[in-house]
């Protein structure tokens, strides 16, 4: 069975970081992504890494703040935030797909229920 679960998030203040992890079950070869959403938006992708570690990115609406990594022996995918903003308020999730050599994430649906970061002003 397919399972991804994340955690992790929490109430932080501005400045403050958070490592947020998602465990995954019943998948193998995969590229991880992580998204965020909040109330009325589209989910949004903020990071991407290729199963073999070697290709990667983290988007601009990011400010180069966040840091994804994976350990494929525990089958753990993180997501290292830091010099969190009120902006950065969502709902995290993560996901399981296809990352090509040229950059291009194409998500499977493969999703956990989130994790909650709220940043406080």
């Known amino acids: 069975q397919v399972r991804l679960e994340e955690s992790g998030g929490g109430v932080v203040q501005v400045g403050g970081s958070l490592r947020l992890s998602c465990a995954s079950t019943g998948l193998t070869g995969y590229a991880y992504a992580w998204y965020r959403q909040t109330p009325g938006s589209e989910r949004e992708i903020l990071a991407a890494i290729s199963y073999n570690y070697e290709e990667s990115f983290v988007a601009d609406s990011t400010e180069g703040r966040f840091t994804i990594g994976r350990d494929n022996a525990t089958g753990t995918i993180f997501l290292q935030m830091t010099n969190l903003k009120p902006e950065d308020t969502a709902l995290y999730f993560c996901?399981?797909?296809?990352?090509?050599?040229?950059?291009?994430?194409?998500?499977?649906?493969?999703w956990g229920q989130g994790t909650r970061v709220t940043v406080s002003s």
């Open positions: 996901n399981a797909g296809i990352l090509s050599r040229s950059g291009t994430y194409d998500a499977r649906n493969y």
